[in-house]
């Protein structure tokens, strides 16, 4: 059995307690959250857990082996090098840190003492993604030419970092999990216009093999979308994570260049076959995610969301930062 002590209890820290404390091989042994009325609330919910506003005390409970760490990005770090340092398991709410040198300290650190570090990157877990990874692996789509995704809705506005640091973590964390290779470069553009934070922006990526990612957040949008096209030689794919039945569809269509021999203009021929919908496992990501963490702790498997996969996350948010900072300019990884 896996004791966890959960570090904030705010928008996603209820997701995290009832998982972990559902599943076989776990239990959620404590709370932290500095508001009590947010303690009240796990008293309410689960009374059998026991809650603190100092996370100190439960980061150095002697019954507690692995810490969630489930509160805003700037204080990820200060908070996972205690849990680290005092021999516990950690699992840590994207993005992992505020800048890549944390991340790289902490993985070190855990390294030192044999310690697993998980970095909730959800939607690795999600039945679309795996689906998806599936069929890259099984190469139905063939070599991929572009990755584009548009996750936009009105709100939640963040106080303490952007719209990319906030909603992009994910498209990237799901482009580096689908995707063999890391991108070389990246561009961003954005604005603010209302709390001094980007709440509009856009993330090209762009790899050594021709491949292009384009990633398009906004906190502004009167709609809500989330909507990923995966483009290849041989098929093309639409995951819509709002459709409740058929969130993948899988297009026989295609573009194909050929050149005629002995003339210079280049023929385009067009393909347009079948569409169909594969079957997507309808399990919650994060109850299998809790899961694996608990697996991952206690076989020493380093998991696939591991501090590495977390880091690649955060480098690239910093050169979609700098980018930014540059009026769009390209930033080299």
Same mark, same amino acid.
């Given at each position: 059995?896996?004791?966890?002590?959960?570090?904030?209890?705010?928008? #996603?820290?209820?997701?995290?307690?009832?998982?972990?404390? /559902?599943?076989?091989?776990?239990?959620?042994?404590?709370?932290?959250?500095?508001?009590p009325?947010?303690?009240?609330?796990?008293?309410?919910? #689960?009374?059998?857990?026991?809650? +603190?506003?100092?996370?100190?005390?439960?980061?150095?409970?002697?019954?507690? =082996?692995?810490?969630?760490? &489930?509160?805003? %990005?700037?204080?990820?770090?200060?908070?996972?090098?205690?849990?680290?340092?005092?021999?516990?398991? &950690?699992? %840590?709410?994207?993005?992992?840190?505020?800048?890549?040198?944390?991340a790289?300290?902490?993985?070190?650190?855990?390294?030192?003492?044999?310690?697993?570090?998980?970095?909730?990157?959800?939607?690795?877990?999600?039945?679309? %993604?795996?689906?998806?990874?599936?069929?890259? =692996?099984q190469e139905?789509?063939?070599?991929?030419?572009?990755?584009?995704?548009?996750? &936009?809705?009105?709100?939640?506005?963040?106080?303490?970092?952007?719209?990319? #640091?906030?909603?992009?973590?994910?498209?990237?964390?799901?482009?580096?999990?689908?995707?063999?290779?890391?991108?070389?470069?990246?561009? @961003? +553009?954005? /604005?603010?216009?209302?709390?001094?934070?980007?709440?509009?922006?856009?993330?090209?990526?762009?790899?050594?093999?021709?491949?292009? @990612?384009?990633?398009?957040?906004?906190?502004?949008?009167?709609?809500k979308?989330?909507?990923?096209?995966?483009?290849?030689?041989?098929?093309?794919? %639409? #995951? $819509?994570?709002?459709?409740?039945?058929?969130?993948?569809?899988?297009?026989?269509?295609?573009?194909?260049?050929?050149?005629?021999?002995?003339?210079?203009?280049?023929?385009?021929?067009?393909? +347009?076959? =079948?569409?169909?919908?594969?079957?997507?496992?309808?399990?919650?990501?994060?109850?299998?995610?809790? $899961?694996?963490?608990?697996?991952?702790?206690?076989?020493?498997?380093?998991?696939?969301?591991d501090?590495?996969?977390?880091?690649?996350?955060?480098?690239?948010?910093?050169?979609?930062?700098?980018?930014?900072?540059?009026?769009?300019?390209?930033?080299?990884i």
């Open positions: 059995m896996i004791f966890i002590g959960i570090i904030g209890y705010g928008y #996603w820290g209820p997701n995290i307690v009832r998982n972990f404390n /559902t599943i076989e091989g776990a239990k959620v042994a404590a709370v932290c959250d500095k508001n009325d947010a303690l009240k609330k796990v008293n309410t919910a #689960w009374p059998g857990i026991r809650t +603190s506003t100092d996370c100190s005390e439960i980061i150095s409970a002697e019954d507690i =082996d692995a810490i969630a760490v &489930v509160t805003p %990005v700037f204080s990820h770090f200060e908070i996972a090098k205690k849990a680290l340092q005092e021999g516990k398991h &950690v699992f %840590v709410e994207k993005p992992f840190t505020s800048t890549s040198d944390q790289k300290e902490l993985i070190e650190l855990a390294a030192r003492k044999n310690l697993t570090i998980m970095v909730d990157h959800t939607f690795l877990f999600s039945g679309a %993604v795996r689906k998806i990874k599936e069929l890259i =692996d139905v789509l063939g070599n991929l030419y572009y990755f584009d995704s548009t996750r &936009v809705n009105l709100g939640l506005f963040q106080h303490d970092i952007n719209v990319i #640091w906030d909603l992009a973590p994910h498209d990237l964390s799901i482009m580096d999990y689908l995707i063999k290779e890391s991108p070389e470069a990246i561009v @961003a +553009s954005g /604005t603010s216009h209302l709390n001094g934070h980007e709440d509009v922006a856009y993330m090209a990526c762009y790899f050594s093999n021709n491949m292009i @990612a384009h990633i398009n957040v906004n906190w502004l949008s009167p709609v979308v989330r909507t990923t096209l995966i483009g290849g030689c041989k098929k093309m794919l %639409v #995951w $819509n994570d709002l459709e409740a039945d058929e969130k993948i569809k899988i297009y026989d269509k295609g573009a194909e260049a050929k050149t005629r021999e002995g003339v210079y203009d280049l023929l385009i021929s067009y393909r +347009s076959g =079948d569409m169909w919908v594969p079957k997507v496992d309808a399990t919650e990501a994060l109850k299998l995610e809790a $899961n694996y963490f608990v697996d991952c702790v206690t076989s020493g498997t380093a998991p696939i969301n501090g590495q996969a977390g880091m690649r996350v955060v480098q690239m948010l910093e050169a979609a930062d700098r980018s930014l900072k540059k009026k769009g300019a390209m930033v080299y």
